[in-house]
């Protein structure tokens, strides 16, 4: 058995607060690949979302929008991000600043 192996609680990361994210930072998410079979544009916005706060995804949705990048990107079946974010209870905030950016929903069912 290998010593110094970390099991279950022990190896949970710390959370981290009040961490500064620079302008560099949030763009770096812009060059992010994605898995395969998913669009560039949809992964970038769900890596963002999943990894920032509202306030640092409010700050990260114009760079989005300024490089160019789809809001209104759409999977296979026809679904958009703000379809995705808008299933999660705590997520007002996300959904807010997709709409106040564009976002529009793929009116899937």
């Given amino acids: 058995m ?3 192996k970390k099991r279950g609680a022990e190896r949970t990361q710390i959370a981290t607060r009040d961490e500064e994210w620079s302008d ?3 763009k770096g998410y812009l060059e992010l690949l994605p898995p395969s079979g ?3 544009d949809y ?3 769900l890596k963002a979302y999943r990894g920032m706060t509202a306030g640092l995804f409010a700050r990260f949705i114009p760079f989005f929008i300024e490089a160019g990048k789809n809001i209104n990107v759409q999977l296979n079946d026809g679904s958009t991000f703000l379809d995705h974010v808008v299933e999660h209870r705590k997520s007002t905030e996300y959904a807010a600043i997709l709409k106040q950016a564009g976002a529009k929903s793929g009116n899937i069912d």
Avoid: N, S, V, W
């Fill in 2 to 4: 290998k010593q110094g």
């Fill in 38 to 40: 998913m669009p560039r």
């Fill in 24 to 26: 560099e930072r949030l």
């Fill in 43 to 45: 992964a970038i916005l």
